[in-house]
């Protein structure tokens, strides 16, 4: 059983920047990571992925403007998120995949403000 623990979220401004992390409570070397978000009354969407060697791949709307990250040696990923639109209001979700089994984190709450 892994544990993840979103932090990071907050209030900002449109064109503002916030960075997330996401700390396993296991080992992360070896999977591949990556960052949900959910917008009020909308489904939840893959925003980034970061492969065990590093390789990332983004959503069209995180491309050049959020950075997807890895720590293995503390156990944690991180989103750099800047130029942030109002659009991007969601709760952000964190997610591990071992074999079939997925967890996640509880999330955490980014608001953009105009």
């Known amino acids: 059983q892994v544990q993840l623990v979103e932090s990071g979220g907050g209030l900002v401004q449109a064109g503002g920047f916030l960075r997330l992390s996401c700390t396993a409570s296991g080992n992360i070397f070896g999977y591949a990571m990556d960052w949900y978000r959910q917008a009020p009354g909308k489904q939840r969407e893959w925003v980034a992925t970061?492969?065990?060697?590093?390789?990332?791949t983004y959503a069209v709307s995180a491309k050049g403007r959020f950075n997807i990250s890895r720590d293995n040696a503390k156990n944690t990923i991180y989103l750099q998120m800047i130029s942030l639109k109002l659009e991007d209001t969601a709760v952000y979700y964190c997610r591990l995949q071992q074999s079939t089994t997925q967890y996640w984190g509880q999330g955490t709450q980014v608001t953009v403000s105009s």
């Open positions: 970061i492969a065990p060697n590093g390789f990332t």
